[in-house]
């Protein structure tokens, strides 16, 4: 069990640096190999709950890691586990997070209203008594999901409360697991809603913010600066500013190609197929020749 708890504290760093792709098929061994110790060991009441903990914190990481590699079966299944591990453990800020996560994965796959179903459990879940960044990260996906659907005031009700139990974060106190939820990833999750609702001056000034504090604070964590770089892209392209998305878009994709995530790609392959309208300028075809050249 201190192997799975140090290997987990190894995860969490690596997932931000590298992404998903490179780093599945290491979590699904390991939480293969921690669920055999469920049958193999007699175990105390005390080491049992420490042992769900252990499996909820790889199976949650391994559902994630799966959306960002676009492994959607994998991501349902080692989701759903982590919500058992959770409950068999008594631990309904884990559980929430894990639906949370579902949620996330469900908007990526163009589900908006099982997004929000998803979310609003997780806010349930996370409603009291339970770590203000999982609560804070509840009202984010919530809040992501009214975005695609084009509900502004519940979009932003849910930004405040999400900034609300962010304010109220216990430090240390607070699960690994929600480590990654910073001021950065508010102020991430804002521009994501802000450019779903189709304010791009709003969604620019957001996203440019982001990754300001990304440069500064955390400049290891390429996947993020990729995907804010090409959400900034995308708010320019909305504006009709075609040259200054291209660009943008450019440096978005240099970054993207050096890191392994299924979902960044994605996220470029988006962007690219709106430019596809303006394909007689130069600089998007030079920027599309680009792209075909690197893979």
Known sequence: MESVEALLGRLYRLDAEF?????????????QAAAG???????????????????????QIAGWLSIDASRHAEASRYLTATIYAAHEADDPSLAGHALGYMSLH????????????????????????????????AHNRAARAHARLGEIDACKRNLDLAQSAYATEEGEGEPRWVGYVTEIELFAQRGACVLDLGLADGAISEIEHTISLVRSRTPDHVRDLAHYTIRLAAAYLSKGEVAQATAIGASAHRISVAIGSARVRERFAEFMNGLSAYKKVPEVRDLAEEVRASY
């Not at 049992?48 to 199976?59: D, I, K, S, W």
């Not at 997004?115 to 804070?136: F, H, I, M, Q, Y």
Request: net charge positive; proline share 3%.
């Open 106 to 137: 469900a908007l990526y796959r163009a589900q908006p209203d099982r997004a929000l179903a998803l979310a609003r459990t997780a806010v349930d879940l996370t409603s009291a008594g339970t770590s203000p960044r999982a609560r804070a990260t």
């Open 37 to 59: 110790l469920f049958s193999s060991l007699s175990l105390r009441t005390d080491d049992r709950r420490r042992l769900y903990l252990a499996m909820a914190g790889l199976t």
């Open 19 to 31: 992404g998903g792709n490179e780093l599945c098929q290491v979590v699904a061994q390991q939480a």
